[in-house]
């Protein structure tokens, strides 16, 4: 019977090993409180460390247990953004420079966990943005044409490999070859064993209530204790209740995931070789990729948040929906279960690019809000640049990433 509501990350992990940490239950004073234990606020809290500054960890719930333990697990070595459109709401400079910015981290993720050994299944893997019919075709050379005159790489598959590498027919694809897979809650717990090793201290189980901030120092407290810090990283993906005022930035949206039951070997031969993870410009897009090279994974089908009594019959409904798509897909499928189903709920912002940085209304405040998409790659893009402005020494790509952004083109 399919099971529903917890992702692979979560079911293949033995409970009995999930590491556990202690509630906040008293008054800390530290440099950097962060808020916000997922895969950004876990690679933000190993960043300050490794820099030397002394931070706390808090999350509300458990490490690595949130949106990012029932992500796609996708490095991506681009945005989620189309450039073209990007390009037009900021100009070439900063798209350009947001490009660059994200490759850079994508490749460096990847590098970090192998420093650190991290046993989190990371693979390095291609993948396609791939058209399907003639209006999609045209949108995506369009696409190639932008990003190849701002000299980045965009090398069009013609339809017989873009065919072979995503198993069903495709017209045309962009190849990108930096990205990477990996188990995302594995990652965060790997960074944050990392961090503790270099002496932050991280607290579950422990809601932050408020933040109170003066003109020398910020404080967030929870019920019964508080952490008094020269700053906070609001690393919570979206705004919360705790920053209210910055909704209008970031709305909400609910991604879906689906994963087969094991594919017959016979039919998996008949597939092709699909060794690249695959997009397609359907709206929403489905992504899709193997998972131990026997279960077909998707995730798509996004919508609005629906209300928690909804919750688990949306699940399930979409989930056969998305089952039902992926066998359009791949007819050979047809009648294979799906294993597993679950939800994840994203922050989404107007261009696709997340928010990270400071905000002129909030002092002593840090923020990582994701743009949308799949990519996990911002998770280390976030952390880098929050050291950066922590420490004094942003670069000008971090303005890409910033609120100011769309007001006039960076320069």
């Not at 420079?97 to 993720?109: S, V």
């Not at 948040?305 to 688990?312: C, H, I, M, P, T």
């Amino acid at each position: 019977m399919t099971r529903y509501g917890r992702s692979v990350w979560l079911e293949r992990y033995p409970r009995a090993r999930v590491p556990s940490y202690p509630k906040l239950r008293q008054r800390l004073v530290t440099d950097v409180a962060i808020v916000g234990a997922g895969l950004t606020g876990c690679a933000t809290a190993y960043a300050f460390a490794a820099a030397g500054v002394k931070a706390v960890l808090i999350d509300a719930g458990q490490v690595g247990h949130g949106s990012s333990a029932a992500s796609f697990g996708w490095i991506a070595d681009t945005p989620s953004a189309d450039f073209l459109a990007l390009e037009r709401a900021v100009g070439l400079r900063t798209a350009r420079r947001a490009w660059q910015a994200w490759r850079r981290a994508a490749l460096d993720f990847g590098a970090l966990l192998r420093r650190l050994d991290a046993k989190c299944g990371l693979e390095s893997r291609p993948s396609l943005l791939v058209a399907r019919t003639p209006e999609q075709v045209a949108r995506l050379k369009r696409e190639a044409n932008a990003r190849r005159d701002a000299g980045l790489d965009a090398v069009l598959s013609p339809a017989r490999d873009a065919t072979a590498h995503s198993g069903f027919t495709v017209q045309t694809a962009i190849r990108a070859r930096d990205g990477a897979v990996v188990d995302p809650f594995r990652a965060s717990l790997s960074l944050a064993a990392a961090a503790a090793a270099r002496g932050v201290a991280i607290f579950e189980r422990s809601p932050i209530e408020r933040i109170r901030f003066t003109t020398k120092s910020v404080e967030a407290a929870t019920a019964h204790a508080s952490i008094a810090a020269t700053r906070v990283v609001v690393a919570t993906g979206r705004p919360t209740k705790l920053i209210a005022a910055l909704e209008r930035h970031v709305s909400s949206q609910r991604a879906y995931f689906a994963l087969t039951e094991p594919i017959p070997v016979k039919i998996r031969r008949a597939l092709g070789s699909l060794d690249a993870l695959t997009t397609d410009m359907a709206t929403p897009p489905h992504h899709i990729r193997w998972i131990d090279g026997e279960r077909l994974f998707v995730s798509g089908a996004d919508g609005p948040v629906v209300a928690d009594k909804l919750r688990e019959k949306t699940v399930i409904q979409r989930t056969g929906q998305l089952m039902y798509e992926l066998s359009m897909l791949y007819p050979d499928i047809s009648g294979i279960p799906p294993w597993l189903g679950w939800d994840a709920t994203y922050g989404c912002t107007v261009d696709g690019l997340p928010y990270i940085g400071p905000h002129r209304n909030f002092p002593h405040h840090l923020f990582a809000f994701t743009g949308g998409g799949q990519s996990i790659a911002e998770a280390y893009l976030a952390s880098r640049i929050l050291l950066r402005h922590h420490i004094g020494e942003t670069e000008p790509a971090d303005e890409v990433f910033g609120f100011a952004r769309g007001r006039e083109h960076i320069r």
